[in-house]
């Protein structure tokens, strides 16, 4: 299986600063998005101090591990990854008053071969393009998504709502994070979109979805994400992550690689 990894990230038309932050390591198929929270610009702080982190150290340690870690044992490196992070931040958090009560939203992938460890604190999001159908791989960690569960709005609902970013888990606001984990099998031809509630909270599923069936290079599908929610409003940063699966390349001979072909 092959993994091809495209982002971008956009302050939107209604905030100066961008606190959202987005990194993969292609070598190691790994993505990881978070969207910061804070004053003084402290949300940019925290959401990079967490994709940086977990971009380097956990990385490092697939590419120490390569392919023959099992599932128990990648969960694990990412659990450890996380946490340390979240001490970074909350620790930066205390020790700096301009820092104080920053925090981030964490969506964090491993894809291996048929296999993914998807891991998410907050209301950023992962959804799942297969088979002309989009699916929502995260819950929403957020007010909203509680009130939802308890049948006190319906999802129609929810989408206008007030206080849509209330979150009720981040990274960086305490000592302890809350990270939720799940294993979920790939299949050829797979799209998976990490996404800042910048983009959800623009766009409906279908809107999502649309984008996706067309088919398009990633770079262009991601293109097309950021440029609909600016024009459905654009009122927070906006950021995606596409990653697609499809078959092993063949390999090439060394006369091949160095002609291109």
């Known amino acids: 299986m092959n993994f091809t990894f495209c982002a971008q990230t956009d302050p939107g038309r209604a905030r100066e600063n961008n606190e959202d932050s987005v990194a993969f390591d292609a070598a190691t198929n790994l993505g990881v998005l978070a969207d910061g929270m804070g004053g003084y610009n402290a949300g940019e702080i925290a959401s990079g101090m967490a994709t940086a982190y977990i971009r380097s150290e956990l990385a490092r340690w697939l590419t120490e591990a390569s392919q023959q870690a099992n599932a128990g044992e990648v969960r694990r490196a990412i659990e450890i990854c996380v946490d340390n992070a979240n001490r970074s931040i909350y620790g930066a958090s205390c020790a700096n008053a301009q820092y104080a009560g920053m925090g981030t939203t964490l ?49 129609e609902q929810a989408a206008t709502a007030p206080n849509k970013n209330l979150v009720t888990r981040a990274l960086g606001v305490d000592d302890v994070a809350l990270l939720e984990l799940h294993e979920h099998r790939v299949e050829l031809g797979d799209i998976y979109l990490m996404c800042s509630d910048g983009l959800s909270d623009m766009m409906r599923d279908l809107a999502i979805a649309q984008v996706l069936e067309n088919g398009t290079s990633l770079a262009l599908m991601a293109a097309e994400l950021v440029t609909l929610a600016n024009e459905n409003g654009g009122r927070d940063n906006i950021t995606v992550l596409l990653v697609q699966a499809s078959a092993t390349p063949e390999k090439r001979g060394l006369m091949a690689r160095l002609l291109g072909k």
């Open 107 to 155: 969506v964090v992938g491993v894809f291996q071969d048929s296999r993914l460890l998807l891991g998410h604190i907050g209301d950023s999001r992962c959804y799942r393009w297969r088979g002309n159908a989009l699916s929502q791989l995260t819950k929403d960690h957020s007010l909203l998504q509680e009130q939802i569960d308890a049948g006190l709005l319906t999802t």
